[in-house]
């Protein structure tokens, strides 16, 4: 199956004097006082929407910002999302004139702020689409409903936010049933970048880190598909208690332990663990105010019963290195250690450093990895670096989203019209 790309959607309906709705990833971090501390994903969407406004058409932003349970919480509001814009104009990044904010996403107030600005060089910005509980709700009906309010709103509809499609919500998946809709471009350039990593070359390495074993899927799928894994970060500690190694106080997902098992029957020649680790005296409550003491580097196979693990060791990082530039193809999820406490975010800076001088293919899938990556100024040394987070998860592991999915069955209706 195929969906429309941009290219192909503006050949079949032109964008001169319509209204397009699009859904892009609005959901920037906020500082302390409330302010966007960091706004890459706005910047992501900026190619779309000013391609839309490049082709006459007038961009009607759809997004959500935080988790506001389906009430109004002003602190999530998308007028910041519509000040950053207009800090774009001025700026020269953003090709519009002005940038309209409507505090409401449905109704006669919405409708009456898109059609009063249609055929103006504006970017219409609508209210957080999770103000209202059915974008998220369980109720596929109340979903659909709610898609078909936003969809009367405009003309046609472009998903560009990758790093939410692999969610069933109303403004992903529901607008696609009413409306021509086509992938954006940011969108596409995620999955052109991640799909040649679902069935890789021969000879590929694939390093996982990180805190959290729910991403399961994830490691069956790669460790299926790779020849190579190398584990890292704190899920590390659940594949080596589950070999009979002891991890003293390092995290350990109990809930997982028989699915790791499993893995490790399975594909134990595949699998490589750290052979030395970084430890300290802690615990969860301390670490996370930076406090410990006898901070030390120790085999895998010596950790004590106070130890905490908090990062793999520079002989295991070597031994990483060493197997990823033998691949073809290297993907990496997920740090190290614990990124967020130096120095134990040292193994994680330093697979990053070394993947980035490498010449292979390279794909970071998301999460903190993407962030170290984008923090050292190195996104441009790998292949793709991709800010999708659990939606490059999802499709490593299924090979599927359901926004995707949606534009597929979009694309089979409106390609025969």
């Known amino acids: 199956m195929s969906h429309f790309t941009f290219t192909e959607f503006c050949k079949k309906y ?48 759809i997004g959500h910002m935080g988790r506001p349970d389906g009430k109004r919480n002003e602190n999530l509001s998308l007028d910041k999302v519509a000040e950053r814009f207009e800090e774009y104009i001025k700026e020269g990044k953003l090709h519009a004139e002005e940038v309209y904010f409507e505090p409401t996403t449905i109704g006669e107030a919405a409708k009456k702020a898109v059609n009063t600005h249609k055929l103006e060089n504006v970017v219409v910005v609508l209210e957080n689409v999770r103000f209202s509980p059915n974008e998220e709700a369980k109720d596929p009906l109340a979903r659909r409903a709610f898609a078909g309010e936003i969809a009367k709103l405009g003309d046609y509809f472009i998903d560009d936010a990758f790093a939410v499609m692999h969610r069933s919500q109303a403004s992903i998946t529901g607008i696609t049933e009413f409306l021509p809709s086509c992938i954006g471009l940011y969108a596409e350039k995620e999955i052109k970048g991640i799909r040649p990593f679902l069935a890789p070359e021969k000879g590929s390495a694939a390093l996982i880190g990180g805190a959290k074993l729910d991403k399961i899927a994830l490691l069956s799928k790669v460790m299926k598909n790779y020849d190579n894994v190398l584990i890292g970060g704190a899920i590390a500690f659940t594949f080596m208690f589950a070999k009979g190694m002891n991890i003293g106080t390092s995290l350990l997902d109990k809930e997982r332990l028989d699915e790791v098992k499993k893995l490790l029957r399975d594909y134990d020649k595949k699998i490589f663990l750290p052979s030395d680790i970084v430890v300290a005296v802690t615990n969860p409550a301390d670490i996370k ?48 250690g614990l990124v967020e406490v130096s120095p134990f975010d040292k193994a994680t800076v330093d697979i990053a450093k070394g993947l980035s001088k490498m010449g292979n293919k390279r794909l970071v899938g998301g999460g903190d990895s993407n962030k170290v990556v984008n923090k050292l100024k190195l996104s441009g040394s790998f292949s793709h670096v991709s800010a999708g987070g659990g939606a490059c998860l999802e499709f490593m592991g299924s090979g599927k989203l359901a926004g995707l999915d949606a534009l597929e069955r979009n694309h089979m209706i409106y390609s025969r019209k």
Not at 24 to 39: F, K, M, Q, T, W
């Open 289 to 336: 105010m930076h406090r410990f003491e006898k901070m030390e580097t120790v085999d895998a196979d010596e950790i004590e019963a106070r130890m905490m693990g908090l990062d793999i060791g520079p002989q295991s990082v070597k031994t990483f290195l060493t197997h990823s530039s033998k691949a073809k193809m290297v993907f990496w999820n997920g740090p190290m």
């Open 14 to 61: 032109p964008l001169r004097d319509k209204i397009i709705l699009c859904r892009i990833d609005a959901d920037v971090p906020l500082n302390d006082y409330g302010l966007i501390s960091d706004d890459m994903r706005l910047k992501d969407a900026l190619p779309t929407i000013n391609a839309v406004l490049e082709k006459g058409g007038l961009p009607v932003i």
